[in-house]
């Protein structure tokens, strides 16, 4: 919604692509805005998952399937879409498959007009007077991305298969803005400001990734073994005006405010993994294994601004800063599982060991933070989603960790009077999830609905300091604990094979407890959406 992406109105959301971590989802500035619709084979959702999955992600995982042709012979296909809004995507598809091997590669383009307006109004009182600030911005924010997948899967022998694919995304966005800015003392007009803006900013990435299967001999079970390396580069600019005036309109006599920042953001994430599946019985199964993430993330910024008094342009080494984020994940799981009697029931238990390094390059000050993890989770299915409907019941522990945008204790000037930097003293945050729910399917009708139950311990929240200048600044801790409480209805009506009707209604209730500077806080709200 609004290029911002949550699953039961949470966005702390793990996102996947085929399955792994990729710098195509990541990065601050929305990198999966360079994925058009046409180039996805599928969106799957697992708001409960088991201990096999990565447990980063409050409200669970999404992965995104990208298309990869199966068909045999030789195939291509083009797809064409234009919508309101200036909105238009365009895709390739291409592939060419026999009996041992299928080589498949795409490509798609999307471009997108947008807007950047918004309207903030701030009261604060010093001593007697009240002191208000009005903003009002409008702004274009224009997209443009492309996206390439290309790939051959082959068939070494009847029990092996080896994967080898490399897909990247190029995604930039062309940003202004005009903000109105007034500042008033006990409602009389003090002085008001234009500022206009132009950030323009790209990303590329690349992910190269080779998986190889292996069925056991005797058919009861698998080994999967998958490697990726990531890329990312962020590049950003950011040009800032600001013309000041009297409240009679005549320019004040320092009239005139110049900014000039760039940005550049590196990612490198490599990921490897090993997954054992074994079929004991026709009615006991284990899975076990292993995966290794290691990741690093450099972060560049760099500031200059007009000196009013000598009128010479300046760096500004208060901003000028160069961090890394250095991130190693171990893991280990294993999951049983087994079905008794129209029971199908699995337990599972995971075990991390993370090593994490922020460092400020610039002050040459480290920061080191370790810490030994548990994940268990538990699924309990009852009954037959076909016949008298489909009854489940899980359990799992899952973690939010802080990144960079958390970290990184430099503010950002894209806003002088909205100041944002990090926390290099934030830990992780954890959750306990609980869900039930019952499926029922009839031929042309599905209708399924849950409850939900998440607890949130040392919860990252922002923290946002005022200052008699009407400056802000915006920080992260590890300040409370909060709940979330919820239903979801989703019901499936297919008339015709080729007529889909999906409507959805989720509901949740918020309530959480902090504590800032010893004053204890509470604040709770329900939301509710309804989908067709």
């Known amino acids: 919604n609004d290029g ?9 959301v793990m996102i996947l692509i085929d399955g792994r971590p990729s710098a195509m989802s990541g990065g601050s500035e929305g990198a999966l805005d360079a994925i058009p619709a046409s180039a996805i084979e599928r969106v799957e959702l697992i708001t409960n998952p088991s201990a096999k999955y990565d447990p980063d992600g409050t409200a669970g995982i999404i992965n995104i399937v990208l298309k990869k042709n199966k068909l045999r012979g030789t195939n291509t296909s083009i797809d064409l879409t234009a919508a309101t809004g200036n909105l238009y995507n365009g895709s390739v598809n291409f592939n060419a498959r026999n009996n041992d091997w299928n080589f498949f590669t795409n490509y798609s383009f999307r471009y997108q007009e947008g807007f950047r307006d918004n309207m903030n109004i701030r009261n604060g009182f010093v001593n007697d007077t009240l002191i208000t ?5 409008a702004g274009m924010d224009n997209r443009r991305s492309h996206t390439g997948k290309i790939g051959l899967d082959y068939k070494i022998s009847d029990r092996q298969a080896l994967g080898l694919s ?21 409602d009389t007009l003090n002085r008001f400001w234009r500022r206009t803006t132009y ?16 069925d056991f001999e005797d058919g009861k079970g698998d080994l999967i073994a ?3 390396q990531s890329f990312g580069v962020s590049d950003a600019l950011g040009r800032y005006e600001e013309y000041f005036f009297m409240p009679s309109g005549q320019p004040l006599p320092d009239d005139f405010f110049f900014q000039f920042q760039t940005g550049v953001s590196e990612e490198s994430t490599f990921t490897g993994s090993v997954d054992i599946q074994r079929n004991q019985t026709d009615d006991f199964r284990y899975e076990t294994g292993a995966k290794a993430i290691i990741r690093s993330q450099f972060r560049s910024n760099y500031l200059e601004s007009l000196n009013q008094q000598t ?6 080494f208060n901003v000028i800063n160069d961090f890394v984020f250095d991130e190693q994940i ?8 087994h079905q008794f009697k129209g029971f199908k029931y699995q337990v599972g238990m995971r075990l991390e060991q993370a090593f994490t390094q922020p460092q400020l390059l610039t002050t040459n000050e480290d920061f080191e933070n370790n810490y030994f993890s548990a994940f268990p989770s538990a699924h309990i299915i009852y009954g037959d989603e076909e016949k008298k409907g489909e009854w489940s019941l899980s359990y799992s522990r899952r973690i939010n ?10 503010p950002v000037f894209s806003d002088p009077l909205n100041l944002r930097q990090g926390n290099p003293a934030v830990q992780p945050e954890y959750i306990n999830s609980v869900e039930s729910g019952y499926q029922k399917k009839w031929k042309n009708l599905t209708i399924s609905g849950s409850l939900y139950f998440r607890q949130t311990v040392d919860k990252i929240q922002r923290v946002r300091q005022f200052f008699p200048d009407n400056v802000s600044i915006t920080t992260f801790a590890n300040i409370a604990e909060s709940y979330d409480f919820g239903s979801e209805l989703i019901a499936i009506y297919s008339p015709f094979k080729w007529w889909k009707n999906i409507i959805s209604f989720n509901g949740f209730e918020t309530r959480l407890n902090a504590n800032v500077n010893g004053v204890d806080l509470r604040n709770s709200g329900f939301s509710y959406n309804v989908k067709y």
């Open 199 to 214: 950030d323009p900013r790209n990303r590329q990435s690349i992910d190269l990734n080779a998986d190889y299967k292996l």
């Open 226 to 228: 998958i490697a990726t």
């Open 401 to 410: 960790r802080p990144n960079t945008w958390h970290l990184n204790p430099f």
């Open 330 to 337: 171990l893991a280990v799981y294993g999951i049983a599982a």
């Open 4 to 12: 911002n992406i949550s699953l039961r109105g949470s966005g702390n």
């Open 311 to 316: 009128g010479e342009i300046e760096p500004n």
């Open 133 to 137: 600030l009005f903003q009002d911005r």
């Open 166 to 186: 490399a897909s990247g995304t190029y995604n930039d966005r062309a940003r202004t803005g005009d903000q109105f800015n007034l500042n008033s003392f006990n």
